[in-house]
């Protein structure tokens, strides 16, 4: 199977949009294949700004995300591996995701998509070792906290 994450960014994307939100994205700067201006990482990532008016000739597709944004006034092409991409949320409230570590393993995914139906496929993705959580609650609702107490 693909990997969930490009999947899952574009409907929060969306989620994020509707709401007449801000949506931005974190990203590991240090993950193979990333173009971004390295004088704005800090700590190894870096959190962009991906909001309509704030980038330009933005492609959202399975395997990376690529359009051009103004740092200093300067036009920069950015472009990001999708699993380079570790979490997404508004700007505003908080809301969104932080996506697990995993490995998207390409060449497996294409052999799991043939009809051949032989053991020497191996699993498209899989999970890292790590001492972070798989899922991690970014903001709670509010309002359903204040309802379950009435």
Known sequence: MTPSRPYLLRALYNWI?????T????????YKGVVVPREHVEDGQIILSVAPESVHAMEMKNHYIAFAARFSGVSRDIYLPIMSITAIYAEENRKGMVFAEEVYDQESNSNTNSHKNDNKNTTSVKKLKTSRPALKIVASNPDLENKDKK
Request: net charge negative.
């Open 17 to 21: 949009l509707d709401n007449g939100m």
């Open 23 to 30: 949506p931005h994205i974190v990203i590991d700067a240090n």
